[in-house]
T-cell receptor, first 116, second 116 residues
Framework: AQKVTQAQTEISVVEKEDVTLDCVYE???????LFWYKQPPSGELVFLIR????DEQNEISGRYSWNFQKSTSSFNFTITASQVVDSAVYFC?????????????WGAGTKLIIKP | EAEVAQSPRYKITEKSQAVAFWCDPI?????LYWYRQILGQGPELLVQ????????DSQLPKDRFSAERLKGVDSTLKIQPAELGDSAMYLC??????????????FGPGTRLTVT
């Protein structure tokens, strides 16, 4: 069955440290899509990235980078030189092509605390 | 920048009372989602609309919850009667179309419901 696991419930680091958020997924579909969303204290989920299963290239966007490894079914998210504004709950999600409604299967989230 | 609007932002109600939430998606977005998010968990899909039609409401507790999107634009989610276990954040999201591999979901700020 499809599943997304974010084993880290909460991570706390000091500002300017690098931090990696782990995401492990399970799916039987060969075509699927992986997402990361950010939920700041205001509550509104913000889309960060979408990756399809055929594209294993790592992606970098400013201080954010994502490492997709099909061999380990992982889609990890790294923040370089963290800042206090990065404090939020981060969710990893999965969508399968065999689901005609393309619904998102969500992980439980990782709460990231960046201390000044 | 266009946003998903939700109201109210906060609602406190007594159990057995009726409560309603409203969502106005981004203009032109055909797909609308209602999610429930319990603290410390990922969002759980309650109902998904494509225009005015329900695509999936399999997780909606239909004995007490109802949802409508009469003209395919804004939507209302109702709970009657509310129970203590309904206390959660109710999130509305919209996307241009169903295919999340092409169109990401945009989320509103949510309604925080407390049932006493």
């Amino acid at each position: 069955a499809q599943k997304v696991t974010q084993a880290q419930t909460e991570i706390s680091v000091v500002e300017k440290e690098d931090v990696t958020l782990d995401c492990v997924y399970e799916t039987r579909d060969t075509t699927y899509y992986l997402f990361w969303y950010k939920q700041p204290p205001s509550g509104e989920l913000v889309f960060l990235i979408r990756r399809n299963s055929f594209d294993e290239q790592n992606e970098i966007s400013g201080r954010y980078s994502w490492n997709f490894q099909k061999s380990t079914s992982s889609f990890n998210f790294t923040i370089t030189a963290s800042q206090v504004v990065d404090s939020a709950v981060y969710f990893c999600a999965l969508s399968e092509a065999m689901d005609s409604n393309y619904q998102l299967i969500w992980g439980a989230g990782t709460k990231l605390i960046i201390k000044p | 920048e266009a946003e998903v609007a939700q109201s109210p932002r906060y609602k406190i109600t007594e159990k057995s009372q009726a409560v309603a939430f409203w969502c106005d998606p981004i203009s032109g977005h055909a797909t609308l989602y209602w999610y429930r998010q319990i603290l410390g968990q990922g969002p759980e899909l309650l109902v998904q609309f494509q225009d005015e039609s329900v695509v999936d409401d399999s997780q909606l507790p239909k004995d007490r919850f109802s949802a409508e999107r009469l003209k395919g634009v804004d939507s209302t989610l109702k709970i009657q009667p509310a129970e203590l276990g309904d206390s959660a954040m109710y999130l509305c999201a919209s996307s241009l179309e169903l295919a999340t591999y092409l169109y990401e979901q945009y989320f509103g700020p949510g309604t925080r419901l407390t049932v006493t």
